[in-house]
């Protein structure tokens, strides 16, 4: 989209726009002649994390919040922290704790010629829509699973730049692979991709269906640990 555009889709200047481009929170997408265009997903991305009321929190805190609703422990953040983000959520609804956790990663976008993503799925834990390639996580979301032609997943910050060599990827905002890098240190305690980081990155998609079946998703976790933790 155009500068214009997504000033609009912001309610927003053109010159915050530019100020948004410039710092990283939105994403060149290409040119036309000498007008810049957007990635109409970063744009999407941000809408979403504006929400969030007061400050930031940062990926420790972001990653500890989705754990404990799941009923983990984080121990990466100590006892005194675990019980005041466990009041915080208490009375946090979905959009904001969406918005809370949007820094628990940072999403770059890589090229792969179509015949190569089934090999690079390899080495990524999946999420958002090729979470959905699963046929029980998509039923959990409500949604039918299939194939799609872009692989989105996580990588932790030591790996990423091995994958980003080993497999010739090239960065553009228009690709094939959504790349979550997190931190090794907050590593998942399963095997699999939590359902309330699949939630959340769904809620970023540009698909309205699955942006409501993410946020379905987190709300019923939401919910359901307030009930357990009198919320």
């Not at 410039?22 to 994403?27: D, E, N, Q």
């Not at 970063?42 to 969030?52: C, G, H």
């Not at 100590?78 to 918005?99: G, S, V």
């Amino acid at each position: 989209m155009t500068t214009e555009e997504a000033a609009q889709e912001l309610v927003a200047t053109r010159a915050m726009v530019h100020k948004l481009l410039k710092s990283g929170g939105l994403l060149v997408a290409g040119r036309a002649g000498r007008s810049i265009l957007i990635d109409s997903a970063s744009v999407q991305r941000y809408k979403n994390r504006r929400t969030l009321k007061g400050r930031s929190w940062n990926a420790a805190t972001a990653w500890a919040a989705l754990n404990i609703i799941e009923g983990g422990i984080p121990r990466w953040i100590d006892a005194t922290a675990r019980y005041r983000l466990k009041q915080r959520l208490k009375f946090m609804d979905p959009a904001e704790l969406a918005a809370a956790v949007g820094t628990k990663d940072q999403v770059k976008r890589y090229r792969i010629a179509p015949s190569g993503i089934s090999r690079a799925a390899d080495y990524f834990l999946p999420t958002g829509t090729t979470a959905l390639n699963d046929s029980v996580v998509a039923d959990r979301f409500g949604l039918a699973a299939g194939r799609t032609d872009v692989l989105e997943g996580y990588l932790d910050t030591v790996r990423a730049p091995m994958i980003v060599n080993g497999l010739s990827l090239v960065e553009d905002p228009a690709g094939n692979i959504i790349m979550h890098v997190v931190d090794v240190r907050y590593g998942f305690e399963g095997s699999g991709t939590p359902d309330a980081a699949i939630a959340v990155d769904l809620m970023e998609s540009l698909n309205s269906r699955e942006r409501a079946a993410g946020e379905k998703m987190l709300k019923e976790i939401l919910t359901q640990w307030k009930e357990v933790n009198g919320g």
